[in-house]
């Protein structure tokens, strides 16, 4: 079974107000079955949600559907959200918080979904903290994560999904990717982009307007790229009953349309199959 995976941090209601038609149109286009959504604005007044997935057929899940308290700075940067082809069950909502990251207003929503023929996928829409400084705290989200992923991860392989902020070389991404422990813990997942993708995937560039103000504001350096989106899949070590094969990785926009960026980082689209045939 095919399937395709988007991730895009949609930059809240920051910038030209069409942005938002201009993604809907281009989720439209793309037709993935699993998106993980951060930064997107829900409020009495607007549910960015809704108009993100507007006529795509996907089911959608804000993380302010299923929290009690709408953690500070929400009403500004947005939350987390999912959406799915079929519908989906939230397994659980994972508040990232620490004493040293608390400005983070984003939780990670773990779900499940049925995939027809094949049995249910865990699907993780995940974000970690934003700060330079934060490897700290990235290192512990991260861990946790994987922990969230082992509390309900299905026979089908996992797939986790956002915005983390650190780039491949970073301690949390490489706990993510298998080549290192942290804590005495480790885990194992396939990096869609280094499976198969092409170049180098930057997904937060000065080349980029809407990124750029926010660039000179937080780092401070000309020319600024960085890869810091990812799609992760679980791997045989946790799923030995079923195979996830990345069969491409690619960016999307990541070009202006009519003069208008989509967001402030580029989306990652990862075509994968999912078998559970032929495995012994």
């Known amino acids: 079974m095919k399937l395709r995976v988007v991730t895009l941090n949609v930059w809240n209601r920051q910038g030209d107000p069409r942005r938002t038609e201009l993604i809907n149109c281009e989720l439209r286009r793309l037709d993935p079955d699993l998106v993980s959504f951060q930064e997107v604005v829900h409020s009495p007044e607007r549910r960015q949600l809704d108009e993100l ?10 993380q302010a559907d299923v929290v009690r308290t709408a953690p500070p700075h929400a009403d500004r940067f947005g939350g987390s959200a999912v959406a799915t082809r079929w519908p989906h069950r939230v397994a659980e909502v994972l508040d990232l918080r620490m004493s ?3 400005d983070v207003p984003w939780c ?3 779900v499940t979904v049925p995939l027809p023929g094949h049995g249910e996928l865990l ?13 700290s705290a990235r290192e512990r989200q991260v861990v946790a994560l994987s922990d969230l992923d082992a509390r309900h991860r299905k026979a ?17 991404i490489r706990y993510l990717r298998g080549l290192q422990s942290l804590g005495g813990r480790s885990a194992k997942y396939h990096d869609a982009w280094e499976v198969a993708g092409e170049g180098p995937g930057y997904t937060w560039v000065a080349d980029n307007p809407n990124a ?21 899949v ?19 926009f990541d070009q202006p349309v009519d003069g208008v960026w989509a967001s402030d980082h580029f989306a990652v689209v990862a075509d994968l199959e999912v078998r559970t045939d032929a495995v012994n």
Request: hydrophobic share 40%.
């Open 53 to 62: 997935i507007r006529d795509t057929g996907l089911h959608g899940t804000h």
């Open 100 to 102: 040293d990251a608390n």
């Open 108 to 110: 990670s929503l773990a």
């Open 123 to 135: 699907f993780i829409a995940a974000t970690t903290s934003w700060r330079l400084a934060a490897e």
């Open 156 to 172: 089908l392989p996992s797939i986790i999904a956002g915005d983390f902020n650190a780039t491949p070389d970073a301690s949390s």
């Open 212 to 232: 750029k103000s926010e660039i000179g504001m937080i780092v401070r350096q000309p020319h600024h790229r960085r890869r810091v989106d990812y799609v992760f």
């Open 234 to 252: 679980g791997s045989w070590d946790a799923h030995p009953k079923a195979v996830c094969e990345i069969r491409s990785a690619s960016l999307a």
